[in-house]
């Protein structure tokens, strides 16, 4: 009995002396944490004045090499109208040209960084096939198969006197702003059908790391200005007419004028302002129906458009059925005719007349 309570006693002993090994143990990593945690508190305070208060930088953005640096879209900049127009443009251009693919792109961010719709993209305005693999899940594949995207990109537009502002590193870890440069630089060099807005300006934060402290700076970036990229803006006959001829623009709208009233005529319909009155896009619709001579369903539009978006879906619609009729699509954007641009709405109606003038 003794013997078997001193076995007890001493087991007990040993148990102690374990628990409070690992609860020394476990105070002692605590500590350790906090001092580390206080330790980077303080790294933080010390930094925390050379970064912009308003530009919020996650910690995958600060993880940087010494004299390294990473340039991102500053906050603000997002919610700017004309960048955000610019980046909708680009999106529906995309998703045009990819049609065929069965690719939808929503997000340039979350959709463009792998290089899939970046090499589809590029394979079809080029014409030329890469040597890629055609899905990649891994980080590394991601990088090798942009890699091999980006050198056929920049060896396509380097020669044109292009400033290659991207790079492998910057596209895949979602930079907006790389990622747009690159899709502008695309679009204008292939001559895109498409009109870009001009002079669409954001501010980026630059971050760089010297001597193990990071310091940003807040430049001015400029995404579709003409004049970085030596490569004029596309130029038609209207932007000519209205730069120096403005005299001869009321004899051509006055022979559009006469065009759509002699159609619109039929339903006991008048235009006497180009700009205003197909705004909305009802004339625009009602005037394909008579063109095409078909009835265009009430249910497929707003009759009596109120809101901004309400006029924009009519004139985008009146587009498909331009497209359907075999015209090609226009150039001017349905944001563009709903607010009242005149050289975008000539555009189309010329199309119109050019391709129906003949018609009764």
Known sequence: RTSSGQKMKSKMKKDESFLGKLGGTLVRK?????????HEEGKNAINAPLLPSATEIHPEDTLLEENAERIMLDPTSRENPKFKDLVKVLIDWINSELEE??????????????????????EKLSGRKLNVAEVT???????????????????TLRPHGWTLEWSVDSIHSKNLVAIVYLLVALAMHFQAPIRLPEHVTVQVVVVKKREGILQTSSPVGVCTSFKLFSFPAERDAFDTLLDHAPDKLNVVKTSLITFVNKHLNKLN?????????????????????????YFVPLYNFFLTPESFEQKVHNVSFAFELMQDGGLKKP??????????????????????????????
């Open 30 to 38: 605590k500590r350790a944490k906090e001092v580390s945690d206080l």
């Open 101 to 122: 693919e069965r690719i939808i792109v929503k997000d340039l961010e979350e959709d463009c960084y792998d290089g899939q719709v970046l090499q589809k993209l590029f």
């Open 137 to 155: 899940q891994s980080e590394i594949g991601q990088k090798q198969k942009l890699q091999t995207v980006l050198e056929a990109v920049n060896n």
């Open 269 to 293: 319909l008048e235009v006497t302002e180009l700009e205003s009155q197909f705004a909305d896009g009802v004339y625009l619709i009602l005037l394909m129906g008579l063109l095409e001579d």
């Open 331 to 360: 150039k001017a954007r349905p944001e563009d005719v709903v607010n009242l641009n005149l050289k975008s709405t000539l555009r189309v109606l010329y199309n119109l007349f050019t391709n129906y003038k003949n018609s009764d």
